[in-house]
């Protein structure tokens, strides 16, 4: 089975998400997306495989988040995917998609949910 993981390599829980997957006899395509972040359709394709709204890829408790405004009541699911896609580090972390599936891997084990 072949997994991509959006990944960080900085990131205790995407390391161990990685691992996980590895050790399930998943073949990783390891996405690191701070250095290729995403684009705007394809965080879109994300939050429709995830299922949830565009405030659940965000990291809320980054400064950034905040700063940038995305706290702010009525943010259209545009505005939060081109903030993604400017600043990928506020991107939920890691997620993982396989057969047509996604999970937000946190804690790292839900990403046997896919597998």
Known sequence: MEVTLLHNPGCSKSRAALALAETHGASVKVVDYVASPPTIAELGQLLDLLGVE????????????AEL???????????????LHAHPQLLQRPIAV??????????????????
């Open 69 to 83: 405004g995305l706290d702010a009541a009525g943010m259209t699911r545009t505005a939060v995917l081109a903030a």
């Open 54 to 65: 565009p405030l659940a890829l965000v990291r809320d408790g980054d400064a950034l988040y």
């Open 98 to 115: 396989a057969n047509g599936k996604a999970v937000i891997a946190r804690p790292p084990e839900a990403i046997l949910d896919i597998l």
